[in-house]
């Protein structure tokens, strides 16, 4: 574990992964304990969508960085990150983009396990527990396009300062 509790910097409590996902992960992601790992080093992580066990029952922290399979990287225990947060989707490329509402700041969220991200859990907001999942700023709202917008996603992330409390 590697602590910053000095200086100008938001305070964060970071841990050592290692990606035993099939894919590359990209800085800013949720990822779980891969329960099934046979190393035994408690290092092996997966990017939410391959957990067989559940993102959130063995959520292990938010990366840090990109990592490549089989490397080496940190991911944040404790404290405010960059972490990817779901937007919006459609279907098919050729669907048209809903409207969303505006993301209030401290809005809970909860990890989203089909696109490698966090997503807004607003039935969660009046609920008495201590969430571990908290966007930290307000995100505006968005308009509805055509489907005959240029591009071929069909969901899109952005990078939002998140706090994530995953201590015990």
């Known amino acids: 574990m590697r602590y910053q509790t000095l200086g100008n ?6 841990i050592r992964v290692r990606n035993t996902s099939a894919t590359a992960m990209t800085a800013g992601q949720p ?3 891969e329960p099934s790992d046979t190393s035994a080093d408690g290092l092996a992580v997966q990017l939410p969508a391959d957990s067989n066990a559940g993102a959130t029952a063995f959520f292990a922290g938010v990366l840090t960085s990109a990592l490549a399979v089989n490397a080496y990287g940190e991911a944040i225990v404790y404290g405010v990150v960059d972490a990817a947060v779901t937007i919006n989707t459609r279907a098919a490329t050729t669907d048209s983009w809903t409207s969303r509402a505006a993301i209030a700041a401290y809005q809970i969220l909860a990890v989203d396990t089909v696109n490698n991200a966090f997503l ?3 039935s969660m907001a009046s609920s008495a527990f201590l969430p571990n999942f908290v966007v930290i700023e307000a995100v505006a709202s968005q308009a509805a396009s055509a489907s005959t ?6 969901v899109v992330t952005s990078k939002l300062k998140v706090f994530v409390r995953a201590l015990g």
């Open 9 to 14: 910097k938001p305070n964060f409590i970071a």
């Open 149 to 154: 917008t240029a591009n071929a996603l069909t």
């Open 120 to 122: 807004t859990a607003a």
């Open 31 to 33: 990822v779980a304990f």
